[in-house]
């Protein structure tokens, strides 16, 4: 059992999607029937913050974590499949987090040998004490749908999870979810997680997350970039690196998760853009799924600002360095974020408008931090969401022949759809 600092606390729990920790506890708001029971079967508030998190082969592995302010007895994850009695055990590891005399406990459990598409129930044990099973399926290798949530940071997250649990009610098939990153407006600050984990509750024990790191992440309260630590996420081979950027599958598509943060990482890492350029192409080389889409927080593209006439229209340092790698990688759907307006760019290659080059769409934004009037629109922009711009999520649909982004108001009103073929 290890112990760590307050500050140290405060990242996990502050980082929760991006840095394994602070998941409130689902009641299936949603789904009623698929409500988990683990609280009170183990005593009222001793369990808390139960979520999924993608593995690099979902098809075989999930990651389950939970959060308790006491430690448990043999901690672990059991798994049945559909209402079989027989049941798998994965022991859970404990960490111990103390913040101002009060230690809570973090609990990891690698839940693997999954078979391919098969439906399964989890459910927390302690000692003899069980929670109420949680549904989780293994992803079967063919089509499926993701929701996609941009920037959620917020002044007041109420905002933010009636769109959440609204996109969710429309789209029940979705078998997981991406966040585009700056889900918080401070990193470390644990209230704002709280906010934001209130309006997750119902979807993160059911299906897993796939997060991106976004630069609010990195921030502590004095707007000082930190050191994040305690990640859950799929390795990346690499000690120093590892749990900035990673990769995964889910059907037919190789998901390749980036760090945008090089330029405030540099102090630190110096030498952080070699390794993670290194990586992707490592690891692009070797997947031999149909489809490659690029997650990154910090958009490819510069947009001109309204007022600001030293600023030009052109690409960011992030798209100076990445979108050649991406031709080179034949990658066919760039996804990413942080200013906070939905723009479909169409097909880019070579920094040229061509249809041989991915498509890139900014996905907007999901909270109630806005930027009205202050950019001007792109040459490249095919699509802008309506002025003045309000909150709005996204839909990934994939099967081997054709990617299909739609986006969405929060009422349900889809303002755009885009698609990539195979040729």
């Known amino acids: 059992m290890q112990k760590i600092s307050r500050h140290q606390f405060l990242s996990l729990c502050a980082g929760a999607v991006v840095l394994g920790g602070g998941w409130v506890l689902a009641r299936g708001r949603i789904l009623p029937e698929l409500r988990d029971r683990t609280a009170a079967a183990l005593g009222r508030g001793r369990v808390t913050y139960l979520r999924q998190i993608v593995a690099q082969d979902n098809a075989a592995a999930r990651t389950i974590m939970w959060q308790s302010p006491a430690s448990l007895v043999a901690p672990a994850v059991e798994l049945t499949r559909g209402e079989a009695a027989e049941t798998q055990r994965f022991p859970a590891e404990e960490e111990a987090f103390t913040e101002d005399g009060v230690t809570v406990y973090l609990y990891t459990a690698q839940v693997t040998g999954l078979e391919r598409g098969a439906r399964y129930r989890y459910r927390v044990a302690a000692g003899e004490e069980r929670g109420g099973w949680t549904p989780l399926q293994a992803d079967d290798g063919g089509a499926f749908r993701a929701l996609i949530f941009p920037d959620s940071q917020s002044s007041d997250y109420a ?239 994939a099967d081997e022949d054709m990617l299909i982004v739609r986006c969405f108001l929060p009422d349900g009103t889809q303002i755009d759809e885009a698609a990539v073929k195979k040729t």
């Not at 098939?173 to 401070?186: E, H, Y």
């Not at 921030?219 to 120093?240: C, F, I, T």
């Not at 999901?366 to 309506?386: H, I, K, S």
């Open 159 to 397: 905002g933010w999870g009636e769109l959440a649990q609204m996109a969710r009610q429309r789209n029940p098939d979705a078998r997981f979810f991406i966040n585009m990153g700056d889900l918080v407006d401070n990193g470390e600050d644990h209230t704002q997680w709280n906010a934001w984990l209130d309006g997750m509750e119902g979807i993160i024990d059911t299906i897993p997350i796939a997060p991106l790191m976004g630069n609010h992440e990195t921030y502590d309260k004095q707007w000082q970039v930190r050191e994040p630590v305690a990640y859950a996420l799929p390795g990346n081979g690499s000690k120093e690196y590892d749990r900035r950027y990673y990769s995964f599958d889910y059907g037919p598509v190789h998901f390749l998760v980036l760090d945008t943060q090089q330029g405030e990482e540099q102090e630190r890492h110096p030498h952080i853009t070699e390794a993670q350029e290194a990586w992707f192409r490592s690891d692009v080389q070797r997947t031999r799924q149909p489809w490659k889409v690029v997650l990154m927080h910090k958009d490819p593209l510069q947009y001109r600002i309204h007022g600001r006439p030293e600023r030009g229209e052109g690409f960011s340092e992030e798209g100076k360095l990445w979108m050649p790698l991406f031709d080179a990688a034949g990658i066919d759907l760039v996804l990413s974020a942080h200013l906070h307006t939905y723009r479909n760019r169409g097909h880019i290659k070579g920094f040229e408008r061509s249809a041989e080059g991915p498509l890139y769409i900014l996905t907007g934004v999901a909270g109630d931090v806005r930027y009205p009037g202050l950019w001007v629109d792109y040459a490249l922009d095919e699509v802008v969401a309506p002025q003045l711009e309000t909150d709005n999520y996204l839909t990934l649909d």
